[in-house]
């Protein structure tokens, strides 16, 4: 079962606050910087692992050209497990992440076993201990689909409203950080916080 929700004022939910807002603010300086995309991905899972809590495992996906998942980053996740969900084609009747990216929605799956989505996969995520899981569309500001932020649960539950309001902020750091390595790659005008809709990204926590 999710813990207990808690009330937006209190120390903890102040606490998570800072540091995703933190998180988003140095993911932005990265994007300035031009740093690689794996690493800043890296540390807004990292991020997403915190929020999610102990044993969580979160998993970022990137559309690529042809319209496939793959890998941005997963630092907790084992080689042969993001080699077997590699090029994963977005579709509403597979999975947790593949369904988010297809619908353009969150996706929750609170239990492998009991969700048909998972029919032909549940035996990769159940084989490394986890029981359920959960996907949030990464999205640009015109609402185009650019991957999934995707967590891992070691127990049967759904995410908190607290960890959703959390990976939602997360998302759209890392939607500004997929559009800006982009933008570089295209030698047009730099990154900077107006390209992301969030005021929460934009600037900090309220």
């Known amino acids: 079962m999710p813990a207990n929700t808690e009330s937006p004022s209190s120390p903890a939910a102040a606490a998570r606050g800072e540091f995703i807002g933190q998180t988003c603010q140095t993911v932005l300086r990265m994007v300035q910087a031009a740093a690689p995309r794996r690493e800043i991905l890296a540390r807004l899972a990292t991020a997403g692992e915190v929020v999610a809590g102990p044993g969580a495992v979160v998993s ?58 998972w029919a032909e996969l549940r035996h990769l995520p159940l084989s490394l ?64 916080p107006r390209a992301c809709t969030s005021p929460v990204i934009a600037h900090g926590p309220e």
């Open 60 to 117: 970022i996906l990137v559309l690529d050209t042809d319209g496939l998942l793959r890998n941005g980053a997963s630092p907790n996740l084992p080689a042969d497990y993001l080699d077997a969900i590699d090029r994963l084609k977005p579709d509403p009747r597979v999975g947790t992440c593949a369904a988010a990216a297809a619908t353009g929605s969150m996706v929750v799956t609170p239990d492998f076993r009991a969700d048909d989505k």
């Open 129 to 192: 201990g986890f029981a359920g899981a959960w996907s949030l569309p990464i999205k640009s500001a015109d609402g185009t689909v650019l991957g999934t932020f995707g967590t891992y649960y070691r127990e049967r539950r759904p995410p908190t409203p607290e960890e959703v309001r959390g990976v939602e902020q997360l998302a759209a750091a890392a939607a500004v950080a997929l559009a800006g390595c982009g933008a570089a790659k295209r030698g047009c005008a730099d990154p900077s």
